[in-house]
């Protein structure tokens, strides 16, 4: 099923363009992903989008984590996956406080890489999304990738998060900081690309002890955000509102 018949069977749906589906079915093709984890889903739409891509491609496996709370959006990820006939092939998680939690029971239950992918679309905030970089770089296989929306999408108070923040916090690209903090310098990753709101970092080698032999950046173009949309979805999905 290609993007633009995704699109036609979900509709306008947020939180993902039709664009930003078929950059997402390119990449999974191209690097022949397989099994993804998502944090942060939401409606589902990125989520139909990556399901189609796998069910293209011959198959594949999506572990997408999201609050309890998106189980009542209208409509839900497993409405518009079972309008798809792809239901069967994502396995859906509700959290109460982070997927954090979700990915501390994974590593518990078998810390083995099992990712190829992981799309990381969620809090938003340096506290909940750092940690979960470091902990999904733990269930990422070599050669595995991440990319991190709304790279530049800063809270400014409009979430109930945002609102406990410093003003320094809540005025700071906090994606972003994740991005060239503790990506970047990691020594297992490179091929760095930026690309819209979207930042691109490329698992290389599976040890610290056997660094990245490249280090490489790509910025293609950077698009101003849609900060009210943005807004809305990052208070969903930490639970919060106005």
């Known amino acids: 099923m290609k993007p633009s018949e995704v699109r036609k069977i979900i509709g ?17 093709h191209r690097n022949k992903i397989r099994d993804v984890l998502e944090l942060g889903f939401c409606h589902g739409v990125s989520t139909c989008y990556m399901a189609a891509a796998l069910a293209e491609q011959g198959g594949g496996s999506i572990t997408s984590i999201d609050l309890e709370g998106a189980r009542n959006e209208k409509p839900n990820i497993e409405e518009l996956l079972t309008k798809l006939g792809l239901r ?4 859906c998680y509700y959290e109460h406080t982070s997927y954090t939690w979700r990915l501390m029971k994974f590593l518990e239950e078998d ?11 969620g809090a938003h ?43 320094e916090e809540r005025n700071s690209a906090q994606v972003q900081k994740i991005y060239e903090v503790l990506v970047k ?7 760095f690309k930026t690309e819209d709101r979207w930042a691109y970092a490329h ?5 610290v002890t056997d660094p990245a032999p490249v280090k490489m950046e ?25």
Request: include cysteine; charged fraction near 25%; charge should be negative.
């Open 12 to 28: 306008d749906v947020p939180y993902m363009t039709l664009d930003q589906g078929e950059t997402l079915t390119e990449f999974i």
């Open 125 to 167: 905030n340096w506290f909940v999304d750092g940690f979960a970089f470091l902990l999904a770089d733990r269930l990422l296989r070599r050669n595995g990738w991440f990319i991190f929306d709304d790279l530049h999408w800063i809270d400014g108070g409009s979430t109930a998060a945002g609102k406990a923040m410093s003003e």
């Open 218 to 242: 790509h910025v293609v173009k950077v698009v101003p955000m849609p900060w009210g949309r943005v807004g809305a979805k990052v208070r969903r999905l930490m639970g919060g509102a106005d």
């Open 185 to 191: 310098p990691h020594p297992c990753y490179g091929d």
């Open 88 to 91: 069967d092939s994502v396995k």
């Open 111 to 121: 810390p083995t890489p099992r990712f190829d992918f992981c799309f990381l679309d």
């Open 203 to 207: 698992k290389l080698t599976a040890s």
